[in-house]
């Protein structure tokens, strides 16, 4: 595990509990005391927690934690690859999809380079560039306030843009989802971009790996009910995916299918 991952897991779990143990968090992360005593210096250096004689104590809001975009790029990777292939399937040629600013929808985005005859909406700056040689994608960018350190386009000009398109499918990401508070985010910008994509488009989906869950934000972005599909990992709860399920959400596992499918494949040869 990377200096990077282990240090965002660490503000992870203090985001929760806000004290934790140094013992605690080496058989967590599966590392020595001498790199968890490291990994405590470099987040005390960068204000993050205090150390205390045997841990740390958070200096974090809970709800407002928010790591930056190079730092969640790392995270959770396998996951997010697996989730957007699952997704391209949803994305069809000849449609106008929005595709929002996130290191999971960016993913999808790099699956869509050969596509034809489809046209993507974006406050992503990233996916501008992750698409800019496809020939047979047209794409348009929001403009707006850039969040620097999400590479998200927001604010009122992008909220203008918004106001006046339609789309086929809007694809999200999502930073904190709850089957009971809904999903939620921790920028208010963010927020509203997400609350303006959900009334424009006719299906909206989310891409969501499995530690989202359970969890909540600052910037409260409206119930679940709102997502059409979601599609997420093989690391969710299954109790999480049942509850969704319950309330009319299609959800889709990545792997899943493909799993099914050799299965059914194997028995028909048997």
């Known amino acids: 595990m990377l200096a990077e991952e282990r240090r965002f897991r660490i503000r992870e779990m203090l985001s929760g509990q806000r004290t934790i143990a140094a013992s605690d968090l080496c058989a967590a992360l ?18 993050v927690l205090v150390r205390s004689h045997g841990g740390a104590v958070s200096r974090m809001s809970s709800t407002s934690f928010q790591p930056s975009y190079q730092t969640l790029s790392h995270i959770h990777s396998t996951e997010k690859h697996a989730i957007a292939r699952e997704a391209e399937h949803l994305v069809l040629d000849g449609e106008t999809v929005f595709l929002e600013g ?52 927001s604010g009122e000009w992008a909220q203008r843009a ?50 989202k869950f359970g969890t909540q934000s600052f910037a409260y972005v409206g119930p679940v009910t709102d997502i059409d599909v979601l599609v997420t990992d093989s690391g969710t709860d299954p109790t999480y995916v049942k509850a969704l399920r319950e309330m009319g959400i299609d959800v889709v596992i990545a792997g899943e299918e493909t799993r099914r499918t050799k299965q059914e494949t194997t028995h028909s040869h048997k």
């Open 102 to 153: 996130s290191t999971t929808v960016y993913e999808l985005a790099s699956c869509l380079n050969q596509r034809k005859r489809l046209t993507v909406v974006t406050n992503s700056p990233t996916i501008v560039c992750q698409l800019q040689r496809s020939t047979g994608v047209t794409v348009l960018c929001t403009g707006g306030d850039l969040q620097k350190d999400t590479f998200y386009f």
């Open 30 to 47: 599966g590392v020595t005391a001498a790199t968890i005593r490291r990994d405590l210096a470099a987040l005390e250096h960068d204000g």
């Open 162 to 211: 918004l106001s006046e398109i339609r789309l086929d499918k809007a694809i999200l990401g999502v930073s904190a989802i709850d089957i009971s508070y809904g999903v939620s985010t921790a920028n208010h910008a963010e927020a509203q971009i997400k609350k303006m994509i959900t009334k424009a488009a006719k299906t909206r989906i989310a891409l969501v790996d499995h530690s």
